[in-house]
């Protein structure tokens, strides 16, 4: 049989039968160069000098819009740190005495392929000149009935993008694709934080609930 190495690896990506004449690499990105190399050898394991290596690329991909909605969110307010808003059809967001923080979870647990773009939107129902900003959340876990400012998860120290000045009744956008690419395949969570006066934003129990609009790469 045969030994099929790829990219200078000393595991055998393959080990075709006596018979083959070809193999289909597959699970490959797209645009993408690769080199191969190959040796036979014998019933006693005895190996061939190493032919190659040969390069291939690939081709290019086609790309799909997913757009999904959060699968729980809620504010924490510290003006009363015991109280839970996961019902609430807004979620709040302020920097003043009272601070109020979004908490949006997301499932991308479905998504396959490479995300090329992914931007946070939600709909503000009030206007703010300072707008909010989005934070990564390390813990995922938290609960869209159980949160509260004393129980809230802490959040990362450092933005990951941010709204700008915010116009009543629009669709606010963030880019978050340095969040969104390693979550592929698991959970998200992020919290919008502010500096600004309170905005109402919309929640998921709103007509207009928050969205994760991703690009996805389809080999």
Do not use: C
Not at 7 to 33: H, K, R
Request: glycine share 10%.
């Amino acid at each position: 049989g045969y030994e099929i190495f790829r990219d200078g690896s000393s595991t055998a990506l393959a080990s075709p039968g006596p018979s083959a004449v070809s193999y289909q690499d597959t699970g490959l990105s797209p645009n993408t160069t690769y080199s191969y190399t190959i040796w036979a050898r014998d019933g006693a394991t005895n190996t061939s000098h190493l032919v190659g290596p040969r390069s291939a690329t690939t081709g290019g991909a086609g790309t799909t819009t997913v757009v999904l909605n959060p699968v729980a969110d809620a504010y924490v307010n510290s003006a009363s740190p015991g109280t839970n808003y996961g019902t609430n059809v807004s979620i709040r967001v302020s920097g003043g005495a009272s601070i109020m923080r979004p908490f949006l979870r997301f499932d991308l647990s479905g998504i396959t392929g490479t995300i090329q773009s992914a931007s946070l939107k939600v709909y503000a129902n009030s206007a703010q000149s300072t707008g909010y900003s989005v934070y990564r959340v390390a813990d995922t876990s938290w609960g869209e009935l159980t949160i509260t400012d004393t129980n809230a998860p802490p959040v990362d120290a450092s933005a990951s993008g941010a709204s700008g000045p915010i116009l009543i009744n629009t669709w606010t956008s963030v880019d978050i694709l340095s969040l969104a690419g390693p979550a592929k395949g698991g959970l998200m969570s992020v919290a919008l934080k502010t500096t600004g006066s309170q905005t109402n934003l919309a929640s998921r129990e709103s007509a207009n609930q928050p969205q994760l609009v991703l690009t996805v790469a389809t080999p």
